[in-house]
């Protein structure tokens, strides 16, 4: 597992885990499982991924490879990472919600990632509800652990480097990016007990003095 990268406490953007999504909202792509992770340049993980992808542009293209990683620097289609200002709201010409000043990891999967909870444990893949409840309680905005898998694209398509997502593990709660969650509870009131029959007899008379009678055709 030497070539997985652990990341603990960071922050998940995007996230399509429950459920596969196709990028760009294109028709065409095949849909993928995909999120966005957060952290600082200085976190250790971050390092570690810099550090294993020169690695392996170094193992698969020798003397080309400084060549090789200049072209895919300079370009954010063809990686998986970078900084976060990158990252720009084409609304609002500003960096997404938590993205401003830090970088990023994005990494996906076509089948599903391994949903690990809270006690260490792997959710069963089988079991759909289990899968689904884990996936859910994960939002943009809280904070997770999670293990990628970096590697090199060299083929028809071009050359890049991308990233498996391999597991992701919920880790506490953070505030919620976009608009996030709305609490409209104090719009509300106590919904009010619906009024109860009367009881009446089987003849259809008031059991109680004073009480008016059923009509008939309740009796």
């Known amino acids: 597992m030497s070539d997985v ?21 294109n028709p065409t792509a095949v849909k993928k499982y995909s999120a966005d992770f957060i952290m600082s340049a200085d976190d250790a993980g ?14 698969k293209w ?20 970078g900084q976060g200002n990158e990252k720009v ?27 690990i909870q809270a006690d260490g444990t792997p959710v ?7 899968y689904q409840q884990q996936a859910r309680k994960m939002y943009g905005g809280c904070y997770v652990n999670v293990a990628l898998k970096p590697w090199l694209q ?3 398509h071009g050359r890049g480097i991308r990233c498996d997502l391999v597991a992701v593990q919920f880790l506490k709660d953070g505030e919620a990016f976009g608009e996030g969650k709305t609490d409209v509870s104090p719009m509300f009131g106590q919904v009010a007990e619906a ?15 004073g009480q008016p009678a059923s009509p008939a055709f309740l009796g």
Request: glycine residues 6%; hydrophobic residues 35%.
């Open 154 to 156: 060299d083929n028809a």
């Open 46 to 59: 971050y390092k570690q991924f810099m550090a294993q992808y020169a690695s392996l542009a170094l193992d």
């Open 5 to 25: 990268i652990f990341l603990t406490n960071v922050r998940l953007s995007f996230p399509h885990l429950a459920e596969p999504h196709a990028a760009g909202n």
């Open 89 to 115: 709201n084409k609304k609002t010409f500003k960096p997404y919600d938590g993205y401003a000043d830090m970088a990023y990891i994005g990494a996906n999967r076509d089948q599903m990632p391994q949903m």
């Open 124 to 130: 069963d893949g089988n079991n759909t509800m289990a």
């Open 195 to 209: 009024p109860t029959a009367a009881p009446v007899n089987t003849d259809g008379t008031a059991p109680f003095p």
């Open 62 to 81: 020798g003397e080309n490879s400084s060549q090789v990683m200049q072209m895919v620097l300079s370009d954010r289609k063809l990686r998986c990472f």
